[in-house]
């Protein structure tokens, strides 16, 4: 009933940059928080960044000054744009949302599949 799909992960040097997006589909009423997470292997899944409705965000340390979350309310779409790379951020990065469907009570956090990004030194 709910979809999120991610795109623009694949391999870069260190240094580079890439985006991604993260498009939410079907019967949606509202959407709050919207989220990147990020699992390296061997790790557990950490919080990259987190942006609400309203526009405020937060930052992992780690990526702080070189990551930037935005959404556009209008496509149900969050990005995370991500600036000078670096090997430790190679990890499968997943979006979430925290969002209301249309004629369900009660507010739950969907998550997309997961999109691969590799950092090569």
């Not at 985006?19 to 390296?40: D, E, H, P, T, V």
């Not at 979006?95 to 969907?110: H, T």
């Amino acid at each position: 009933q709910v979809q999120l799909v991610e795109s623009g992960g694949g391999l870069v040097q260190a240094g580079g940059s890439l985006r991604l997006s993260c498009a939410a589909s079907g019967s949606i009423f509202s959407i709050n928080a919207m989220g990147w997470y990020r699992q390296a292997p061997g790790k557990q899944r950490e919080l990259v960044a987190v942006i609400t409705s309203g526009g405020s965000t937060n930052y992992a340390d780690s990526v702080k000054g070189r990551f930037t979350i935005s959404r556009d309310n209008a496509k149900n779409t969050s990005y995370l744009q991500m600036n000078s790379l670096k090997p430790e951020d190679t990890a499968v990065y997943y979006c979430n949302a925290d969002l209301q469907v249309v004629a369900i009570m009660g507010r739950y956090r969907y998550w997309g599949q997961g999109t691969q990004v590799t950092v090569s030194s």
